[in-house]
């Protein structure tokens, strides 16, 4: 007879046993990642970002073991997202951006936004390099560079970009400037409606990155490209470096996408964030993802993995150029837009 008390053994045994099953949750809590990432794209759904994200995801997920769910803030040339992911979204490490360092550092250095890089995010995986072109549609009447820019001493030449802060809209109204040419800068909004301005002949040209342009096939028609060293020629029918054409000294201008972390969560979650880092690399060693991403329509060579130090170097580069080329990219005539 124990007098309804438990012997000392058994309740001791039951104690472990207890702390034993209460000890699996947090175990499991300790896993990373235990649910799916949230990523937020700064452009439009159904454009070249979200092409490219998705495909990344579709081999970063299973290395992660968990799956990926997207938002889409355009507005104000990528400003709009950004804001909302860095002062909107948990520093947990769960919440990623993907992003176009291009641009978006160029509208970072223009409009001074309420955010700083580095210090509350940073780029860490660059998916790719991707040349910035000027393109016609195929039946334009201008067949050369040449042809456009001696137009353009004429009259004022209409150009779709995507946004004006891009190093594609610093191409052209540098190259005006140095030819003595006219250029208008119209921004759409995104890749899509900006090549489809030049396929309905409502612009004269478009300037924008080399992949998406490309992916229509033979309704374009690429007449220049601000890269001296430029290996894609057979994708382009072997179009001419601008500065070759002209003489001039533009900078290489490429746009480079990239996934991005609050600098919050690299600090706070160091172990969380050497999973993302190790993980993201192993996609670019698996052949499977690139062939999907020939399927995107982008060309494989475009294909090129940058770590967060390099990251950093293109985006503070970006900067630079943004503050060099700040008057023609804010001064009057820069075009009137679309949307944001």
Known sequence: ???GR?????????????????????????????????????????GGAERLARTFADFWG?????????????????QVGYELYIHKRER???????????????????????????????????????DSIVFVRQQSPFRRIEDLAAEAKKRTVNVAVSRLPHPASI?????????KARFNLVPYGGGNPTQVAVLNGEADCGALPLAGVVALGDQMRVLGVFN??????????????????????????????????????????????AIL????????????????????GAPVETIQYGDRALCTRYAKTM???????????TGKGGGKGKKG
């Open 1 to 3: 007879m124990n007098n």
């Open 6 to 46: 438990i012997p000392r053994r058994r309740f001791l045994a039951g104690s472990a046993a207890l702390m034993a099953l209460g000890a699996l949750p947090d175990a499991r809590a300790q896993a990373f990642p235990s649910k799916n990432m949230h990523v937020i794209i700064p452009t439009g759904q159904g």
């Open 62 to 78: 299973p290395l992660l073991k968990t799956r990926f769910e997207y938002s889409f803030y355009p507005g104000a040339a990528g």
């Open 92 to 130: 947990d490490a769960y919440n990623l951006l993907f992003g176009n360092m291009g641009p978006e550092m160029i509208m970072y250095a223009l409009r001074k936004p309420n955010y700083r890089f580095p210090e509350d995010y940073q780029y860490f995986c660059r998916t790719d390099v991707d």
């Open 171 to 179: 191409g052209v109204l540098a190259l005006g400037q140095a030819v």
């Open 228 to 273: 001296d060293d430029f290996k894609l020629g057979r994708y382009t029918h072997d179009a001419p470096s601008i500065n070759k054409v002209f003489g001039t000294k533009l900078p290489d201008l490429s746009s480079s996408r990239s996934w991005a972390i609050h600098t919050a969560a690299i600090e706070k979650y160091p172990d969380r964030f």
């Open 277 to 296: 880092e190790k993980t993201s690399k192993q996609v670019f060693d698996n052949p499977a993802y690139r062939e999907a991403y020939k399927k995107t």
């Open 319 to 329: 900067v630079e150029l943004a503050n060099e080329y700040r008057e023609l990219l």
